[in-house]
């Protein structure tokens, strides 16, 4: 049964990364890549509770809720890519050696429901914080901002020196073109908050020195939503008379969730990995379908429901009193098709899906940091140095599981307003310097081009007279795509910006 | 992308014939260097293949 | 062309449009070159552009890719190890710039734009389109255009220019978008002096090459003359 499981853990890792590959332009595939993150089922409470709404797309999550009620914590054992990752990474690790028939401590495991129970009731008050833990979420963060970029860099590394030897041209090319359709990015994918995102993958990751799946026993909301439901399980652990009382599978144990008396497990923490199964020399261990004989008490007091609800709606009042949200830089400048601010906020679970294929394409995407205040910390925003949003796309509403931005069909998407360009009369070069330049009205995509000249004679700083082309800014046409501001020449802050001045926005 | 089909087909047969036909005259001046600029207008794919 | 040789074809995939658009260069006519270099006997035959989009959208929408690959030629993407930094003594304002090795390595280089009306280059034809071959930041040739354009195509001279003027964009280009600004001329201009060339695209859009600073600046520099009484044309009518 171990096998099984292991072959279903690497299975679905598999699958996770295949979906995220997946993730790029040109984005014609048959299984969505945001499957994952529908899948999981706080998301799906956590953004229902905030938004108030049903949200179609999470229904997937119901289905593995309800399996969870007669088959328990599978989810955590059997299908989680976080879980697969945090197994392989404990078993890089060197922990504590024990005594023997000592049991590890349980102290922490009342956290994973204490965060719960705050997740919740900040949603319950419109402030959703579920995304910070969702494992789904977390992973694919961590891998669009963190893990691919350096796996991009270190591979594009590789063939810049192959190219530079001059070796095998032809075939190494080849290669590389073949690896830019497939794996590699077009270019090196590079993001805002990469660091702090970092930290938080490796803190998960280092305290399997400490215990095996730390975060999977003591911090998971997820896992402690499914624990909830696994209560009244109907896969049960048995075991049988022969065994010695020999305690290798409670030390075996994944989740510390064999008793002292090792006939009896705790249905609540219990993810079935069969570590247990295997291990015992006498094959005294079996899961089967049968009457409820574990222990099935949740860990977590009254008072520690009390004081994570206090902490809840503490974070609820400090993000929403926090000033920083309410200084208008304009800077929060939304992917096409986002709905309105406050519903935004409330769906975003700051997967990164919508960053990840927008940096294949115009590449304008980036996780924020303060820019529309502390509620809306790693929420997607356009900035247009960067990157532009693409004319002929509308991939971010394809993948946003939680239609936080909406699929709007192309014809809809390129009319529809991000922000507005202004120019910066200071820095625009023909307004500074009474030069040609209009390399911004060279790339503007709208077919009446939103950029237009005032031709008229202005004297240049010699003292001469010269016709010159002034660029100015159709309100009505343009859609603040950016593509004017990436593309500017000027060196430094550039001579045009964008605002998310008369964004238009979407209303479900 | 497929809605602009008809032209598209019209758009080939007649873009092919003239680009088959400046590259044969302009392959011809590469070589002689007879004419510095050749021009080619109205082509139509009979007329061009019943040509070469 | 002889036989044997290496040929880079240089179209204009530089936007996200369809053909319909007029914003890149007739994939048609690109197939077509390219089948009859191989039937010449060219070794290989690369097409390639550095694009304004992003590059995969420009080269699958524009139809360019695909037709390429079927008559048989390779088509590349640009790889930024592969500019190789181009010294210009001669240059008025620009005296060195990264070029793409492929383009200078090539034994024959055709250069292929498609006529589109353009706010600095009036119309942007030949010249301009040597700036898909070119690295570094282009954004800095827009300044005193007209002086760089010729100073980069001093560098580097085409075998062949070949004017795509079947469709040809008369506004809002280069980039386009609006079918009603795309009218349908139905001709080619080859040849071998890109001023020449270029100066009579320019009477396509009823502007007189001796009102244009770059052809003004390229005939002065002896890159070829603007002046098409003294220019030895042929002119084929296959409607006649």
């Known amino acids: 049964m171990r096998t099984a499981r292991r072959i279903s853990q690497i299975f679905f890792l598999l699958l996770f990364l295949f979906l995220f590959f997946q993730a790029r332009y040109p984005y014609e595939t048959w299984l969505p890549s945001d499957l994952f993150l529908r899948a999981s089922p706080l998301v799906a409470i956590a953004t229902i509770l905030a938004t108030r709404k049903v949200i179609a797309s999470v229904l997937i999550a119901f289905i593995i809720l309800l399996l969870t009620v007669p088959l328990g914590r599978f989810f955590c054992g059997w299908i989680c890519p976080l879980g697969t990752i945090i197994d392989g990474s404990d078993n890089l690790m060197k922990r504590k050696k024990r005594k023997p028939r000592q049991r590890e401590s349980t102290r922490f495991r009342s956290w994973k429901f204490a965060i719960l129970a705050a997740v919740l009731v900040a949603s319950l008050f419109s402030v959703q914080f579920i995304w910070f833990f969702d494992p789904i979420a977390l992973l694919t963060r961590t891998m669009t901002t963190v893990l691919y970029p350096v796996f991009s860099f270190l591979l594009l590394g590789l063939f810049n020196f192959s190219f530079s030897t001059g070796l095998f041209e032809d075939q190494v090319y080849s290669a590389y073109d073949m690896a830019q359709n497939t794996i590699l990015p077009i270019a090196q994918p590079m993001f805002f908050e990469a660091v702090l995102i970092s930290l938080v993958f490796i803190g998960i990751l280092s305290l399997g020195m400490v215990t095996r799946r730390f975060w999977c026993r003591n911090l998971c909301p997820l896992g402690a939503l499914l624990g909830l439901f696994s209560k009244f399980r109907l896969t049960k652990r048995y075991v049988n008379e022969t065994c010695n009382s020999c305690s290798i599978c409670q030390r075996e144990c994944k989740m510390n969730a064999i008793e002292d008396d090792y006939a009896v497990n705790n249905t609540v923490e219990c993810i079935e990995c069969m570590e247990c199964v295997s291990n015992c020399k006498p094959h005294s261990v079996s899961y089967k379908f049968g009457k409820n004989i574990g222990k099935n008490e949740i860990d977590l007091s009254k008072r520690r429901f009390i004081q994570a609800a206090a902490v809840g709606l503490a974070g609820v009042a400090i993000a929403k009193t926090s000033a920083v949200s309410r200084e208008e830089t304009g800077l929060a400048i939304r992917p096409p098709g986002a709905v309105k601010e406050d519903d935004f906020l409330d769906r975003c679970i700051r997967c990164q899906e919508c960053v990840r294929i927008c940096a294949t394409t115009g590449g304008c995407l980036q996780p924020s940091f303060l820019q529309s205040g502390w509620e809306g910390i790693w929420t997607p925003v356009a900035v247009p140095r960067l990157g532009y949003c693409e004319y002929n796309c509308n991939l971010c509403g394809q993948v946003c599981p939680t239609g936080a931005i909406q699929n709007l069909v192309m014809e809809k998407k390129q009319k529809l307003k991000m922000g507005i360009a202004y120019f910066d009369k200071s820095r625009c070069i023909p307004w500074y310097s009474q030069q040609d330049c209009l390399v911004c009205e060279e790339h503007c995509p709208t077919p009446d081009k939103a950029i237009k000249f005032d031709i008229r004679e202005a004297r240049t700083p010699e003292g001469t007279m010269r016709t010159v082309k002034f660029p100015y800014v159709d309100e009505e046409l343009c859609i603040g795509c950016g593509i004017c501001v990436t593309k500017c020449p000027v060196i430094g802050k550039a001579g045009i910006f964008v605002t998310n001045a008369r964004a238009e926005r979407i209303e479900v | ?52 | 062309m002889k036989k044997g040789q290496t040929v880079l074809i240089k179209p204009n995939i530089g936007w996200d449009r369809l053909p319909e658009q007029a914003a890149n260069t007739n994939p048609d006519e690109v197939a077509q070159v390219v089948k009859m270099c191989k039937e010449a006997g060219a070794k290989r035959v690369r097409v390639l552009d550095r694009t304004c989009n992003q590059a995969r959208r420009c080269y699958k929408r524009s139809g360019i890719e695909a037709a390429s690959k079927k008559a048989g030629a390779e088509v590349r993407h640009i790889v930024k190890s592969r500019f190789k930094s181009v010294s210009i003594p001669n240059g008025e304002l620009v005296k060195s710039w990264p070029f793409y090795r492929d383009a200078l390595e090539a034994d024959v280089f055709i250069n292929m734009p498609i006529a589109k009306d353009h706010s600095i280059s009036r119309v942007t034809l030949g010249f301009k389109n040597i700036m898909g071959i070119i690295g570094g930041d282009r954004g800095q040739i827009h300044k005193n255009f007209m002086t760089k354009i010729v100073d980069l195509n001093l560098a580097i001279k085409p075998t062949l220019t070949i004017i795509d003027a079947y469709r040809v964009l008369l506004r809002n280009g280069p980039s386009g978008g609006n079918l009603a600004d795309v009218a349908e001329k139905k001709i080619v201009i080859a040849g071998t002096d890109p001023v020449a060339v270029d100066s009579y695209a320019m009477g396509l859009f009823d502007i007189d090459p001796g009102q244009v600073e770059y052809l003004k600046n390229a005939t002065r520099r002896g890159l070829g003359q603007m002046d098409l009484s003294k220019v030895k044309m042929k002119v084929v009518d296959l409607s006649a």
């Open chain 2, 1 to 52: 992308m497929s809605t602009l089909s008809r032209r598209e087909f019209m758009a080939k047969s007649a873009g092919a014939g003239i680009a088959a036909s400046s590259l044969m005259l302009s392959q011809k001046l590469v070589a002689d260097d007879a004419w510095a600029l050749v021009v080619v207008k109205n082509g139509s794919p009979a007329q061009l293949v019943r040509r070469h």
